[in-house]
């Protein structure tokens, strides 16, 4: 636009006149809706963290939030209304002028004016959203996800967990087919018919699983995902940084654990699992007793970092046996085992503050929750590191990659049966067909763990189509007269890193090794729960409270070994037999036996942790926001 060098005088000092106010209004206007924009996002804000906890605060910050956004709204029209009467009050003065510059200017107040006209209409639709959410008229569950969609607010519960059950019954579906016709196989009954029809059921499964795999990372919450799993993460790591480190250890409440249990890592580990969620429930530091460790004489210490930096020591005072009274100073935990009157937030609970978040982006949040304690207990020091880094380094791991973790020597025929590799490697096979329908796959790669130093022989003779990564001297550590040593603790931690940086893993969940390992899968990536396949167990915490399936179909027994189930039922759960079926028993009938496992629904445990409210939910320049 030109200016006038000789002042404001005729029309172009009216059109100076009102271009300033113009720009004052346009300035107010920028304000107003910087003002709009921040009450409008602040409710949503507490939308995403808070909002199951103190509901009444939150409905009455809504309410005078609402209120707020409400007046500036009308703030908003008004001026609104302004500037449309002085374009048309800038109309009447110039109309007859028809320079360029004020079509350029009319034109110019058109835009800003189609512009309010969007924003307020945004403005009146946000309004509506918070109406909802503030329980004016409808409960939080029910606000309209799809005005969150793109603005990153991430998928709804109700969509995460029916995306997981499609893929799971799909997967279902297949158990069951293969059981049925590979029987029919084994009977001899057209055994070449029924492996082609099998082969081919096989092919469209594998594409079916893909296609639903695309979807989850297609459907634009894949980084809202990673991030809110990275945030949630963070959260829980700083509450037991927290915890751990009291302002005054001597004045702190603390609870004791003896690494004295005599069993393997993969036990050992979980049984500090244990006392670390207990420490975490009961608001106490724990402690943490090692001496004489049988992997390291001189104590955990001395290959990880410890697990406070500033409380380690329960001083002199007294100690007590758990069960003990809230002011017990120091109270010393049984094994997981032995104690009597199990605390209900021992696993598989979960945090019901952290509940609503996990299940978002997790499809298993016990043991994603399990592996957050396992992200906090297991910190190698510098020579244990370098010791992992130096193994690894001479390994070419590369993805894609699977990882197989074959548990022999004492277990098998005592606590688990023998699997052959076959069974691992038919699993492998799967995996593998099912990645090259969507991608090249230069090598199948398997980094392959064991106790037993002759897996791996056998492995490469027999499958020299893959490549097996392993190392031979770390299995024959394993072995059970050389177990308990550094140099066999080192390996073992090779082999649980690695298998927990694989894509998928083939292993044996009744291992407790095996189970380390997908814990440590669900700390390196949003949700591993559909990135493992076992060959026995479903996923445990040993020592656990009753693990329940709630039936969401109603099944009538066809046969005597199956039960009934009405929507609704607890089932407690035994164990999937990977043929469709899962055994276990109604606690309302009261019977035991066979249900369909599509008809049931994982019932997950909701506890009141502690909600660590001095730390704070937001805490560095890491933390995204969504
Ligand atoms: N390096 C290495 N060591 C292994 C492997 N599998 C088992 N081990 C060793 O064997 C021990 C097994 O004991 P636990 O860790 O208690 O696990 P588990 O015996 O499989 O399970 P539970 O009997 O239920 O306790 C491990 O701690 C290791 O020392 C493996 O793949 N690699
Ligand atoms: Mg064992």
């Not at 569950?141 to 709804?156: C, K, M, Q, R, Y």
């Not at 469709?580 to 008809?599: E, S």
């Amino acid at each position: 636009m030109k200016l006038n060098p000789g002042g404001h005088s005729g029309l172009n000092g009216f059109f100076m006149m009102y271009m300033s106010k113009w720009k004052r209004v346009a300035v107010v206007l920028l304000l107003i809706w910087i003002a709009v924009t921040y009450f409008v996002i602040s409710p949503l804000r507490l939308n995403k963290g808070d909002e199951r906890q103190d509901t009444e605060f939150i409905r009455l910050k809504r309410l005078s939030c609402l209120q707020r956004i409400e007046k500036k709204g009308r703030n908003f029209t008004d001026k609104k209304t302004a500037l449309e009467h002085s374009s048309l009050k800038m109309h009447e003065i110039t109309c007859d002028g028809n320079t360029d510059e004020t079509a350029d200017f009319q034109e110019r107040l058109k835009a800003v004016s189609l512009q309010l006209e969007s924003l307020k209409q945004q403005h009146s639709n946000l309004i509506t959203q918070i109406k909802k959410s503030s329980g004016l008229n409808v409960n939080l569950n029910d606000i309209e996800t799809s005005a969150f969609l793109h603005n990153g607010g991430g998928p709804s519960e109700e969509y995460e967990n029916l995306r997981r059950r499609v893929y799971s019954n799909t997967k279902e579906i297949w158990y069951f087919v293969n059981h049925e016709l590979t029987k029919l196989i084994h009977d001899d009954v057209q055994s070449e018919k029924l492996q082609a029809i099998l082969d081919q059921m096989a092919d469209r499964k594998r594409s079916l699983l893909s296609d639903q795999q695309k979807l989850q990372e297609l459907d634009g919450y894949h980084e809202w995902r990673r991030t809110e799993a990275a945030n949630v993460s963070d959260l829980v790591q700083r509450r037991l940084k927290y915890l751990q480190n009291p302002p005054d250890c001597r004045d702190a409440r603390k609870v004791i654990c003896n690494l004295n249990k005599g069993c393997g890592f993969g036990c050992q580990l979980h049984h500090i699992v244990y006392c670390l969620i207990f420490a975490y429930a009961t608001e106490r530091t724990l402690i943490l007793n090692s001496k004489g460790w049988r992997y390291n004489n001189k104590g955990w210490e001395y290959v990880f970092h410890p697990i406070s930096d500033s409380c380690t020591t329960a001083y002199e005072d007294k100690v007590v046996q758990w069960p003990a009274s809230y002011d017990a100073k120091v109270v010393s935990l049984p094994f997981i085992d032995s104690i009597t009157q199990k605390p209900k937030f021992l696993p598989l609970a979960i945090p019901s503050d952290l509940a609503h978040r996990i299940v978002r982006f997790n499809g298993d949040p016990s043991s994603w929750w399990i592996g957050q304690m396992l992200k906090y207990i297991l910190k190698p020091k510098t020579a244990m590191q370098k010791a992992i880094n130096d193994t690894i380094a001479k390994m070419n791991f590369k993805n894609p990659i699977v990882g197989v973790h074959i548990r022999r020597t004492d277990k098998v025929g005592t606590e688990a049966a023998f699997h052959h590799i076959d069974e691992y490697m038919l699993q492998v096979k799967d995996y593998y067909e099912q990645l090259e329908l969507t991608q090249v796959v230069d090598k199948r790669r398997v980094y392959l763990a064991t106790d037993d130093a002759n897996v791996l022989e056998d492995a490469r003779n027999k499958y020299p189509q893959y490549e097996f990564l392993g190392d031979p001297s770390i299995a024959k550590t394993a072995a059970t007269h050389r177990r308990y040593t550094p140099l066999s603790l080192t390996g073992l931690l090779v082999d649980l890193h690695l298998l927990a940086r694989t894509d998928y893993l083939v292993c044996t969940f009744s291992s407790q090794v095996g189970r380390v390992a997908y814990e440590m899968m669900q700390t390196n990536r949003a949700d591993a729960s559909d990135s493992f396949y076992s060959l026995d167990d479903i996923y445990y915490f040993g020592g656990q409270n009753a693990h329940d399936r709630r039936a969401v179909l109603p099944h009538a027994a066809r046969a005597p070994h199956e039960i009934s189930v009405q929507v609704g039922d607890l089932i407690g759960i035994a164990g999937n037999h990977w043929n469709g079926f899962g055994r276990g028993t109604n606690k309302r009938t009261n019977t035991n036996g066979l249900v369909p496992w599509y008809k049931t629904a994982d019932h997950l445990v909701l506890y009141s942790f502690p909600e660590y409210k001095n730390v704070p939910q937001h805490p560095d320049t890491r933390q995204k926001d969504l």
